[in-house]
């Protein structure tokens, strides 16, 4: 029983995915679903805080499923996180689809799946279930994207982003296949414990084939580019699950690669280890992201750039992982948080911004919202307030802890290069803010009315009340991002 | 008031700050619904309740200053613990709560910002009454008051960084309020760039005192100041190399002979000096604030000149115990200071806009302030922004009530502001004539007004004080020692400043309320108001044409809501100045009040100047006095026979006998440019030069390379040859390419790490399968002809010897690289800085 | 000394060789039609003849139907090595199979409801 205790957020998420699967085939109502969706995840996430609280280490059965399933705080941290940002959203969706007419119950089913493959990505210990995982969430992800059948945009967006990423998988598979020749193992602890020993070259070749199959899932530059045509083409909620949950995941699955498979002094070497890589990476994609995101005309696109970048800064953390595990991890997962809810926020801000079929998507279409839609605009402004890294909120620490990181690791370059970034990214964020406030709409330009939805207002509560918590008292959090990090090693 | 509040949880503080962020609050939300007469309301209590509290807590404060005589009092609220951080020398936790804090200096602040900040609020009321955007005006001032209050009370560094933003965002949404013109929402984006590049500043500053004193409050970072001026490596910051490393390879030959390093106790000066700039407006981050008039005329005299900009020197006063360790950074705020007054006066001289002419007045007041920090009179320094509060606000708030009436004449924002459309305003406006008559009495110094007591001071200091390093006997030499003449440079350039200063305010002054007035003819009909035009009609019927050449209505005088604080702040103005006349006299409250402030600042670091005493200084207060009232009766004189004995004509016949030096001065020496050109067109081509290389590189070469590899390898890749995904994915293959590239070559690396008695230990960087072979001496013939794991080769070497050492790497792969590693035992460092 | 990349490079030789060796013995070992042969055109010699171009679009419910049968195969190849250690796992074993049955038989229901399998 112990077991199905430790495994109880999985569980829930699975019963309750199936369950509102068939509610959904066989219910003659459709209405609900939004919230049923949204109350299985966040039961997930608080069945998961339960555990948390309870103590998985008073649960010594839940090891037997280890390599397959790493039942530990570092998972029920991502079980939380992943099931908060897949319930916001869910509440999304219930506000969106209605609006645009695409109400269809496939969607939220798929949100619960996805989720659960995510929850089961952070926690596999072993190619096999990772994999798994990788592909539960991936699959629905594509299909979301693509949900707006009659949208040539949706089609082109979600089959690049299939394309690209069966292409990916396939590069992280075939990694994998090569360190299972190498070293004889598929789970990642035994990868690590061999290949201290192992000289053969094949290790080196399935990392390399690893690392960027990960690195497209964060959507790291250059394997990036699928992301904007993707993240527009979807519909909002989707995007804002893909931006959130999925990459959420990837870094779960990031961080656990690059710490216990290849967590050897050899790997985390700064001359010749991941270190080097990662910190490339997170400098290409910091800085082109947040180029290019300054020169784009439509607020979404830009938004997609903007996690992009985002994925950089938490790659300045996971480069700091080479000197201090836990505090470097601690501190991409509280980014994680951060970020999540200041994306999800943001994107739920921009849906609240349209209505009856028309979105908004240009900055055209925000100019002026400070006066037709104040309390949208407040929320707005909080959560590109929260993203620029401005205090007093939860990005402002989420960029705090992950530059320290890296300063605590002596890359002081990579801390300021981080910090030039945001100065950059603070500059799209707040012309948003500009429109809104200092921008009449052009006389007779079409422009996006405001919805009014109960499901988008409860996201964008949810979401604020993360955002100024983890700004005014972040604390608790990063104590609790800490713990998880401890036992992600081992 | 102590037995209600405890001087260690002293709530009353969450009264102070509670309330505006309650009116900014409730006038932002439901400021639209609720009306104008209810937000004239909110706004007012708000600050006015503020300031009630903010004067019983300074009461309160006063009477334990009385009760603990000399000592350094605070009354303290730990709001709630925020975060942890580690720094020091033994990594120790650095807590960072949610604190504030009142003591006697951040008290006579505290009351500065909420007095001051009533009255204009006051003045708002009428000011902006017929704004559409009123409450959000008023939201937008009272979250001003709140976070100014923040950056003030804030009991560390952290918590005044958010003030800090807090007031620059309020700044920026202040500049840019009325955005429907382009250039004030220009104006407000200089600001919040030129702050962002200071505020880069104060998180550098703040990182480094963290890491180097453990401590972020006032209180520890006090106690723990020495550790920036240790004699060892650990205190000292190194510049060049960058960070102590050292630079190999080709890059080589940037290695020096011994390392160019500086004292922790610089670095962090300099560090916090660039925030200072940036608020404060200084040499070289000024640019943002002449802009920044572009907003309503309260928030330049509330933010753009009392309170806000003075938040540098308030900093400065505030880490004083900081700045002193290192007399290089105290030399610099002081000539940084000084140019500043200087250059920003010379502005002044010629600009047309009566607003403008403040601006740059303003920027010339912060360079004295600055000045007479950095020359180690803190006090001096303080009260200058004591008494510039005062005058500054009641100047701008007098340009405001003058363009008030102009815009009820004119009907149009630039011409309104033009001194060249006043004149004989004094006529129709004797209050605003009178008032603003004492305020630039104050500033340009005439004798017994306030300013006149503290700019003497700061003058007088100039030229007296010296800052040495209190600890110079511990850093055996290495001291930094200012030239001999800084003093008199300082002052003789202060003393310019303090001409050019009269000069301008005076020719200010008479343009605007002497002589005739200019404005009959200007005016644009079509924008008369329709008040104005039903107050016509019974002239005659249908069509209206007024006659600008004939005398219409005059400007008319304000209502009492702008005169009633412009009285109260000329009064302060003229009469402040006995707070701390100086002059040796016996009564000096202001010194006396602040004087626990600034004694660990003071006592050690400043000295006389060519090892005089006291006394010699005490003998130069007479002599020196002259300069300033010298410098009053000079500027004051010229600008009467120029402007009204002469109206005007020898200022035409200058510019036109120099016309480029008065281009040159109305375009503001052309500085806005020269950045442009500079550093902007820099970012700028940054951005352009990413997005060139997406057309070129990712759309240009990479998709035709890409057209002809598909080309050429014929079927696999032709499925993929829809839309531009082939284009991702040999992004993707590429990026593949090059991770793997740099996993397949070995990459010889090493550390060099002295382990002491002249020994070096030298290890090669790990990597996956490699295997290392050496060859100490670069003979050519390694030690072991094999490559093994031995990563560590041991090294004895004499101070001042060099020794080649030769690295070999194999990797799986069977590549093999070498590098050659030049260990050298440098110098000892000898810098002062 | 061997290196361990003889072996992939062999194997690639190898494998080059099968592929390109039977395409030549094709060449070389097939029987020769006459040039003006009718039977040299068609694409099989015997069986079905094929009607429309070869590129037409597949009815999609074609995939629906085919994405079930290959769920079900699979569920199938999974229940075959459970049968053979079965004894063993006991009734926990029967209890792991039947909850697998009953997910992918709810997945089938669903399939039902939705119309999946209908051809209209």
Known sequence: MNIALALSPLLVVALGALLLMLAEAFSPRQGGLALGAATVLFVGAAVAGGVWMYGIERLPEAASLAPWLLLDRFGLFFDMLLCLGGGLA??????????????RGEFYVLILFATLGAMILASSGDAVTLFLGLETMSLGAYAMTAFRRASPRAAEGALKYFLLGSFAAAILIYGFALLYGATGHTDLAGIGATAATARTPLLVVGAVLVIVGVAFKVSAVPFHAWTPDAYEGAPTPATTFMAVAVKAGAFALLLRVLLIALGDASWTSWAAGWPPVVATLAVLTMTV???????????????AYSSIAHAGYALVGVTALMRDPTQAGASVLFYLLSYTVSTAGAFGALILCGSHGREAVSYEDLSGLGRRHPAAALAFSLFLLSLAGIPPTAGFFGKWFVFKAAIDGGLYWLAILGFVNSVIGAYYYLRVMVYMYMREPAAGAPVALPMRSGYVTAALLVSALFVLALGLVPTRAIEVAVRAATLGAG | MLSLFPSNDYLLIAVILGMPLLGAFVNGVWGKQLGKDAVRVMALTAVGLSFAASVAAFVALSQLADQQKGEHVKLVWNAWEWMNTNGGAGGVTVPIDVKFSIDALSGVMMLIVTGVGFLIHLYA???????????????????F??????????????????????VGLCSYLLIGFWYEHAPNAAAGKKAFIANRVGDFGLICGMFLLVHYTGALDWNGIANGASSLLHTGEQARVHVWPLGGGQYTGVLSFLQPKSPVTISAATAVGLALLLGCTGKSAQIPLYVWLPDAMAGPTPVSALIHAATMVTAGIYLICRLSFVFVLSPFVMVLIACVGAATALFAATIALVQNDIKKVLAYSTVSQLGFMFLGVGVGAFTAGFFHVFTHAFFKACLFLGAGSVIHAMHARIHDGDPSQDLRNMGGLRRWMPLTHWTFAGATAAIIGLPLTSGFFSKDEILYRAFVNRTVNPAAAALQGRVYAPPAWIGTALYATAVAAAVLTAFYMCRLYFLTFWGEFRGWTVGRPSLLSKHEVAAHDDHGHGEHHEDLSTPGHPPHESPWQMTVPLIILATFSVFAGWLNPGFGLSRQPMEHWLEPVFKEATEGAVVYAGGHDAAWAEHMTLPLALGGIGAFLVGTLLAWWMYVSQSGAPAKRAAEAQPALHRLLLDKWRIDELYDATVIAAVDSLAETAAAFDRAIVDGILARLTALVVAA?????????????????????????????????????????DSGNNDYLVT?????????????????????????????????????????????????????????????????????? | MQSPWLSVLSFLVVSTLVGLGMIGAGRVLRVRARHDSPLKVRPYECGEEPTGPAWMQFHPRYYLVALVFVLFDVEAVF??????????????????????????????????????????
């Open chain 1, 90 to 103: 869910a509440l999304l969706a219930g506000g969106y689809l209605v609006e645009h007419g695409i109400e």
């Open chain 2, 145 to 166: 008051i709140f976070s100014m209050l923040v950056l003030l009370l804030g009991d560390n560094l952290p918590i005044l960084f958010v003030g800090w933003e807090g």
């Open chain 1, 289 to 303: 992201a947040n180029l290019i995101a300054g020169r784009q005309e439509s607020v979404k696109r830009m938004l």
């Open chain 2, 713 to 753: 390898s014929g079927t696999v890749l032709r499925a993929f040859q829809s839309g531009v995904v082939h284009v991702y994915a040999a992004m993707m293959v590429v990026g593949l390419a090059a991770t793997g590239w740099f996993f397949a070559v070995p990459h010889a690396n090493a550390t060099v790490v």
């Open chain 2, 764 to 833: 090669a960087a790990p990597g996956v399968g490699y295997a290392y072979r050496w060859d100490a001496d670069s003979d050519g013939k390694p030690e072991k002809s094999d490559f093994g794991a031995d990563s560590t080769l041991k090294l004895h070497l004499e101070p001042g010897r060099s020794q080649t050492v030769h690295l070999e790497v194999k990797n799986s792969f069977g590549l093999i690289r070498s590098k050659s590693i030049h260990v050298a035992r440098p110098e000892e460092p000898t810098s002062s800085l």
């Open chain 3, 79 to 120: 229940l075959l090595p459970w049968g053979v250690v079965q004894r063993e796992l006991g009734p926990a074993g029967v209890g792991a199979a039947l909850v697998f049955v009953a997910v992918l038989m709810l997945g089938w229901l669903y399939a039902v409801r939705k119309e999946a399998l209908k051809w209209q």
């Open chain 2, 125 to 143: 009321t009428s000011y902006m009454a017929d704004d559409e955007g009123f409450a959000r005006f008023f939201a937008y001032l009272n979250l």
